[in-house]
């Protein structure tokens, strides 16, 4: 990783290919099957032909919260609040969008309805703000009264009421996240029937995405760059199925880098997990050795972004390249609401687990 740079990274995309709204039905996206430098092109209705009795697929239960606000300052100045986590009912961490950035100490007022102060900056590179909340209310309820649905800065109409429903997994339900676990918006409750009936086996992890995933890497070289922290959850059940998938010879697929992130930093050498609760913050770049995650359910990535560092490490920088080659090439829809991926471990032959 000491060689590598953000623009190893890179690759030009086509604005048009970036995808602003969801396929019409959940499961109407394609899937780009990747083994090495060898990829097929599918659609995601054949992934439980993919897959076998005893495979396991773990998901990311969290659900986005109404994370955005609008505001003004005491002297009047607008601003834009993007929420990254509500530590507990009285205290948030966020980001702050202004044409100056508050002072610590200073009185915002959200959407015309509350009140909160800015107590400082956090984060790794102070790059986030701390929020205390002033008068009645907590901020859960106060996010799902007055706040916004946040979709990422690259889709460009503002949250409608599709989003409400598109824009969450149908399987949510831990509120904490400010941007969705996107692989996992291909699944219906349909595909999630056919896949039980098949004997594949589900679990669940907890992980609240941040706004944070949205960072851009600001060093040159990967080495340098100093990943957010999020919290995560793995349940004694979860952590039991994987036991039992791999004392049975079955594959642990993960929906999502979020889900493998949690599953990773979780891992033990002999691919069984701890669980419990606990912050992770690991970065996840050529050369990993992964301890857990066979297979790989992915959307696909912005350049130069820290999720494209993961996959590449995941399936090979060079199966990566020729992958996303190809799906430009074929008018793949890209990011939160487009296509998906399945991606098998570097190294790994897919039927040989």
């Not at 202004?98 to 102060?117: E, I, N, Q």
């Not at 984060?123 to 008068?135: S, Y």
């Not at 309820?141 to 949250?159: D, M, T, V």
């Not at 851009?216 to 999020?230: L, N, Q, T």
């Amino acid at each position: 990783m000491t060689s590598l740079t953000v623009d190893d990274f890179d690759f030009p995309l086509p604005p048009e290919l970036i995808a602003q709204h969801p396929a019409p039905e959940r499961t109407g996206s394609r899937l780009l099957h990747v083994c090495g430098e060898r990829h097929t092109d599918r659609q995601f209705v054949d992934l439980p032909g993919l897959l076998r009795a005893g495979d396991l697929l773990v998901f990311n239960d969290t659900r986005v919260i109404k994370a955005r606000f609008f505001g003004i300052k005491e002297t009047g100045g607008q601003v834009e609040i993007m929420l990254e986590r509500i530590v507990d009912a009285r205290h948030a961490v966020c980001q702050i969008r202004a044409s100056k950035a508050p002072k610590p100490g200073c009185r915002l007022r959200l959407a015309d309805a509350f009140d909160v102060v800015m107590s400082g900056r956090t984060g790794t590179d102070g790059d986030f703000f701390a929020l205390e909340l002033l008068g009645d209310g907590d901020f859960w309820e106060l996010s799902e009264r007055y706040g916004k649905l946040p979709l990422p800065p690259y889709i460009e109409h503002p949250a409608e009421g599709a989003d409400e429903t598109r824009y969450q997994t149908v399987y949510a339900r831990e509120p904490g996240a400010v941007a969705a676990p996107t692989a996992g918006l291909h699944f219906d409750e349909a595909m999630l029937a056919t896949l039980k009936a098949q004997g594949v086996g589900t679990a669940f992890v907890t992980l609240h995405v941040g706004a944070g995933t949205y960072r851009p890497v600001r060093v040159e070289k990967i080495a340098d760059h100093r990943m957010h922290s999020e919290r995560y959850e793995i349940p004694d059940a979860t952590a039991a199925a994987i036991a039992a998938t791999r004392a049975a010879g079955g594959r642990v697929i993960a929906v999502g880098t979020t889900s493998l992130r949690a599953l990773e930093s979780a891992g033990n050498p002999d691919g069984s997990v701890r669980p419990g609760s606990a912050e992770t913050d690991i970065f996840i770049t050529p050369g990993y050795r992964f301890q857990v995650v066979d297979r790989l359910i992915t959307n696909f990535h912005l350049p130069k972004s820290t999720l494209l560092m993961l996959v590449s490490a995941f399936a090979g920088c060079a199966a990566m390249r020729a992958a996303y080659a190809h799906a430009i090439a074929e008018r793949y829809r890209f990011f939160s609401y487009g296509d998906a991926m399945l991606l098998e471990r570097t190294g790994q032959d897919p039927d040989a687990i």
